[in-house]
Nanobody, 123 residues
Framework: QVQLVESGGGLVQAGGSLRLSCAAS????????MGWYRQAPGKQRELVAH???????DYADSVKGRFTISRDNAKNTVTLQLNSLKPEDTAVYYC?????????????????WGQGTQVTVSS
């Protein structure tokens, strides 16, 4: 009923930039939290950045000053701008959103994940 679809990953040289986008669709009543996580090979998934419905943001220390998260509430999208990329930023990046739905008079609230998009930074 709800899908998160990410786009924008790819291969870039160190110091370069990428822009990741995530669009939520389906029987959405409202979206609270939206965030980006990443998982490098052999490592646990970690929070990169998140943004609340009223625009408050938070970032992992490793990306502060280089990454910027933003959202468009009207379009149910969240974007992550990645600048000054480093090889250690290489990972699969996942979008996550806390979404309320109302289907057939049944209200539900849960986290949804996207399928992930690969970001590879070469040195």
């Amino acid at each position: 009923q709800v899908q998160l679809v990410e786009s924008g990953g790819g291969l870039v040289q160190a110091g370069g930039s990428l822009r990741l986008s995530c669009a939520a669709s389906g029987s959405i009543l409202s979206i609270n939290y939206m965030g980006w996580y990443r998982q490098a090979p052999g490592k646990q998934r970690e929070l990169v950045a998140h943004i609340t419905s009223d625009g408050m943001t938070d970032y992992a220390d490793s990306v502060k000053g280089r990454f910027t998260i933003s959202r468009d509430n009207a379009k149910n999208t969240v974007t992550l701008q990645l600048n000054s990329l480093k090889p250690e930023d290489t990972a699969v990046y996942y979008c996550k959103a806390a979404i309320s739905t109302l289907v057939l008079k049944v209200w539900d609230f849960r986290d949804y994940w996207g399928q992930g998009t690969q970001v590879t930074v070469s040195s």
